[in-house]
């Protein structure tokens, strides 16, 4: 085939049922094949899977491995051009594979893109996980082109351009094999949260571009696995935002010139800037008595400095789109333009 669309599905049953064959639909003829990959759910999936989908390959693994884990397995013994991976509380119209299919045919440099994410339950606005293509901060924080914290844009043709950007969102990825094999997949250290904004950054930083295809759009639920306000969430979100910065900003300065030892020492000065402005955030979860989210910083903060491990440079290491040098989400948080 083409083209494998990979659900990975953890304890989300009726999504499954609910967007299934839609889906299917949007793969008939079109050399693109629909798998699900069960990651541990004791929800009754598989066995869904088994007596009303019975068509649809299965993939079951025995445990629970993360949104990494689970599709570096998922993928491993697939052979395709392009992966895609894709959330099962997504909607699908019928020709949203083509555009991205054909964005990856007609660009041979391009190693992911993705669609416009949609809000499945407010179809005039972007939905919060990915919108329009993302970016990443001076300081780290992800934000997206449609998105910023909690403020969400009406989709009114703003984005209908292709663009590069620094990532797409893992809710809906479009990934070239060969670069996905090339680079070993996912980082399984962040199992699950963050992990397609450190793809997306390996890949450019490897000389590849990310690109939005804004003529594909999708319609995403969101939070299916993980409620926003879950304090797990919370403290892979501070865990894995500080990996992502150690994996990916010594190259990223040598890629803007700077020789390698002092690319590494402005590098975790970086880093230390932004574990204070983490700081911060844990005593102000502690000033309005919100115990667990301070607990979950603090986790992440010991958590990261057991997992951490000095990112490679690549040889042919190129600037990477996307990144801007301002802190743009603190002065957003604090109110400022």
Not at 169 to 184: E, M
Not at 211 to 216: K, L, R
């Amino acid at each position: 085939m083409k083209t494998a669309v990979v659900i990975l599905n953890y304890n989300t049953r009726d999504y499954l049922r609910k967007f299934l064959p839609g889906l299917l639909d949007s793969c008939r003829g079109r050399d693109a094949q629909l798998i699900v990959a069960d990651n541990g759910s004791e929800d009754g999936s598989v066995q869904l899977m088994q007596t009303e989908f019975p068509g649809v390959p299965l993939i079951v693994m025995e445990r629970n491995y993360g949104f990494t884990g689970g599709y570096n397995r998922a993928l491993k013994g697939l052979d395709a051009e392009y992966y895609v991976l894709i959330n099962s509380d997504i909607e699908v119209p019928p020709d949203w594979l083509e555009p991205l299919v054909e964005w990856m045919d007609s660009h041979p440099r391009c190693g992911a893109c993705g669609p416009k994410l949609i809000s499945y339950e407010r179809r005039d606005s972007f939905e919060y996980a990915g919108a329009a293509g993302g970016l990443l901060d001076r300081y780290g924080y992800p934000f997206c082109r449609g998105r910023l914290l909690q403020k969400i844009e009406k989709d009114k043709g703003q984005y209908d351009t292709p663009a590069d950007v620094l990532w797409v969102s893992g809710a809906c990825l479009l990934v070239r094999a060969s670069v996905w094999n090339n680079l070993g997949g996912l980082d399984e250290r962040f199992f699950a949260h963050m992990e397609e904004i450190d793809l997306c950054w390996r890949m450019q930083l490897q000389g590849w571009k990310v690109s939005v295809v804004p003529s594909s759009r999708v319609f995403h639920i969101g939070g299916g696995t993980l409620p926003n306000e879950s304090p797990f969430k919370l403290r892979l979100n501070f865990r894995n935002n500080l990996l992502l910065l150690e994996n990916n900003l010594p190259a990223t300065f040598v890629a803007q010139g700077l020789p390698e030892q002092k690319a590494r020492q402005k590098a975790r000065r970086r880093i230390l800037a932004r574990m204070c402005l983490d700081g911060a955030s844990a005593l102000m979860y502690l000033i309005t008595r919100r115990w667990s989210f301070y607990q979950s910083v603090v986790a992440a903060h010991q958590e990261y400095r057991k997992l951490r491990r000095p990112g490679s440079i690549p040889g042919t290491a190129s600037v990477p789109e996307g990144l801007v040098n301002k802190a743009v989400v603190l002065k957003a948080l604090l109110g400022k333009k």
